[in-house]
């Protein structure tokens, strides 16, 4: 499973995701959430399938990365599922078995939230982390978030710890798994007993990956202090970033694409309005 967390990692490629201004990215990104959440109806649903799709396209990643990348979230999917197939109440009553009730409002809420889970799982990975470095994704945000230097908000250290956050993610992943191995070969189970027995099994991976977590964080800091790291005050950066006449051709026709979710909303839904 820890295998599985693509979180914070970066696919290098050449694709028009790849070459894409990392803030336009950002833009996209946060655009994307906001109709993913506004979809209501079937047709929006399946449209916005089809347009993660030609996302997916574009961007030229590997299925198996993606699909590999969904695992971690599946059981908060699956579970999310369940919870709006038995509480969903409507009137057209599919099953009746005692005092479970399933109606067909139940089964069409379940997938579209389990849609919606996955599409903002992949379409934020395809706009963001996967397709641009950690050093893209800082100089983004700050550049985006420099208005509020005006008002004295640290935005070059604000932008720094999330690059080291999501730079930290695999890093923190693959100790994880060093020293779950080690333990195993002490003879720790981690496998079998009851939810509470495993997770006092985890106690013994816990404390050292916490351990492990601040001495990396002390020698990370250590090394920017002797490098004279004083924060983004009179910092330069070695490439600027630079809007090109593609980047905002590409975020007008993304914009038409995505609010195109608002016109689908307005065709009924067979079942009712989710």
Known sequence: MLKDVTLGQYFPGNSFFHRLDPRIKIILM??????????????????????????????????????????????????TAFINIFWTK?????????FIHIYAEGLWRALFMVVRIVSLVLGTSVLLSYTTTPMELTDALESLLSPLKKIRVPVH?????????LRFVPTLVEETEKIIN???????????????????ALIPVLIPL?????????????????????????????????????????????????????????????????
């Not at 409507?90 to 005692?98: K, S």
């Not at 990370?220 to 006449?245: D, F, I, P, S, V």
């Open 30 to 79: 946060l655009l994307f959430v906001v109709v993913t959440f506004f979809a209501a109806n079937l047709v929006s649903f399946a449209y916005l399938v089809v347009l993660l799709g030609v996302m997916i396209a574009v961007s030229r990643l590997r299925l198996g990365v993606l699909l590999r990348g969904l695992k971690p979230i599946m059981v908060i999917a699956i579970f």
């Open 90 to 98: 409507g009137e057209a009553l599919l099953v009746q078995f005692g």
């Open 157 to 165: 250290e604000f932008a720094m710890m999330m690059s080291l956050a």
């Open 182 to 200: 080690a333990q195993k070969a002490r003879g720790a189970d981690f496998e079998s007993g009851n939810v509470l027995q495993r997770a006092k």
């Open 210 to 274: 916490f351990v492990s977590a601040f001495r990396r964080a002390t020698e990370l800091a250590t090394a920017m202090e002797c490098r004279c790291y004083t924060g983004g005050g009179g910092r330069t950066r070695m490439n600027q970033l630079k809007l090109h006449a593609k980047d905002v051709a590409g975020l007008l026709v993304s914009l038409f694409i995505l609010t195109a979710v608002f016109a689908f909303n307005q065709i009924p839904l067979p079942f009712g309005v989710l």
